[in-house]
């Protein structure tokens, strides 16, 4: 059985960063979003988003969010798709921005990531989604 190995993503950073400096999320605090890519994870998932429990929220951290990208799967997406994943990941966040996640339903569905994509201004994507990536 292989290991999961974790390592930093910063393709997803800027992607992340290029669609939060268009201020469609004006809650999101950018310096308390991580991002990595994780290659042999068992899962169906192309990304997902953890949240900063209310335990260590409890101890005195502040709340924040890591998006994880599965290596095998995200990079096979064609560029349009890696941005709407993104969106759809960022839509987990909740305007409190307290650590925790909104559930799949009203707020985060196929429909919202539409619709934040339709807004983008594509060409501030362009630096993070060259054809290597």
């Known amino acids: 059985?292989?290991?999961?190995?974790?390592?930093?993503?910063?393709?997803v950073c800027c992607i992340v960063d290029a669609i939060l400096a268009q201020g469609l999320f004006p809650h999101i605090r950018r310096e308390r979003v991580k991002c990595l890519v994780s290659w042999n994870a068992k899962t169906r998932a192309i990304a997902r988003i953890h949240g900063l429990s209310s335990a260590w929220i409890?101890?005195?951290?502040?709340?924040?969010y890591v998006i994880e990208v599965v290596g095998e799967?995200?990079?096979?997406?064609?560029?349009?798709?890696?941005?709407?994943?993104?969106?759809?990941?960022?839509?987990h966040i909740p305007y409190t921005f307290s650590g925790a996640l909104r559930p799949h339903g009203r707020l985060v569905n196929?429909?919202?990531?539409?619709?934040?994509?339709?807004?983008?201004?594509?060409?501030?994507?362009?630096?993070?989604?060259?054809?290597?990536?």
């Open 1 to 11: 059985m292989s290991k999961i190995i974790y390592e930093p993503a910063p393709d």
């Open 73 to 91: 799967r995200f990079y096979r997406q064609s560029r349009e798709d890696k941005v709407k994943t993104i969106i759809h990941e960022l839509l």
């Open 110 to 133: 196929g429909r919202r990531v539409n619709t934040i994509y339709r807004r983008l201004d594509k060409r501030a994507l362009d630096k993070c989604l060259r054809d290597e990536i």
């Open 58 to 64: 409890a101890a005195g951290l502040e709340p924040g």
